[in-house]
Structures are given as C-alpha cells and as structure tokens.
Nanobody, 123 residues
Framework: QVQLVESGGGLVQAGGSLRLSCAAS????????MGWFRQAPGKEREFVAA????????RYDDSVKGRFTISRDNAKNTVYLQMNILKPDDTAVYLC????????????????WGQGTQVTVSS
C-alpha cells in the first residue's frame, strides 16, 4: 500500500549537519505516524524520532533530542529529519517507517519501511 524512499544520507564531519528526506506513495499520507530508526553494524535497531499524522506530536530518543528535528509536509507526502551537531556515534543506516493506527516508537508496530540511507560521521 505504501512505498517509502529515503534520501539525503552521506558522509559528513563531526559537528556537521544533514537533512534526510522520506518520500511516501499514496493519498493517505496524512493519516500515518511516521518514524525514523537507525541501525549501526553489529547493533540493534534504534528508535530515533516520530511524528504524528498531523504533525502536532513528536517524540525523540534521548540520544538525539536537541540535535535532531523531525518534520513533515503532507502536501508533498514527505517527512524530514534534520540532523545537527552530528557525532561519530550517529553513524548508521537510517530507515523511514510508517504506522497506520497509533503514534508509537515501537518498530514492531510499524507497517511499512524504506530501504534505508547511509549516514557516516567522521571524527
């Protein structure tokens, strides 16, 4: 039903910034909770940020709070993750996901996933 395509990843020095984008298919984008997750080699998948369908609720993992900002443009069927003051520990594949029923940080409840985009932060 929904296809998600991430973009905007790349290589950046510590302290720098990147903005990730996730483009979604379909006409019901505004009804979905959208989330960003990340997975580093050899580590478990980690919640990063989530935003409700209308954009009025957001939630962040403590490791990124104050540095990352999630936003969405429902007219463009796109969700963004602005990442500032990047650290080497932020290096991971970043995954966009959509959830159709609830506002949640639990990856097991998300229904659709993108392919991921690599973010590498050098020291």
């Amino acid at each position: 039903q929904v296809q998600l395509v991430e973009s905007g990843g790349g290589l950046v020095q510590a302290g720098g910034s990147l903005r990730l984008s996730c483009a979604a298919s379909g006409r019901t984008f505004s009804s979905y909770t959208m989330g960003w997750f990340r997975q580093a080699p050899g580590k478990e998948r980690e919640f990063v940020a989530a935003i409700s369908g209308g954009g009025r609720r957001t939630r962040y993992d403590d490791s990124v709070k104050g540095r990352f900002t999630i936003s969405r443009d429902n007219a463009k069927n796109t969700v963004y993750l602005q990442m500032n003051i990047l650290k080497p520990d932020d290096t991971a594949v970043y995954l966009c996901a959509a959830e159709s029923v609830v506002f949640t940080t639990d990856p097991k409840k998300y229904d659709y996933w993108g392919q991921g985009t690599q973010v590498t932060v050098s020291s």
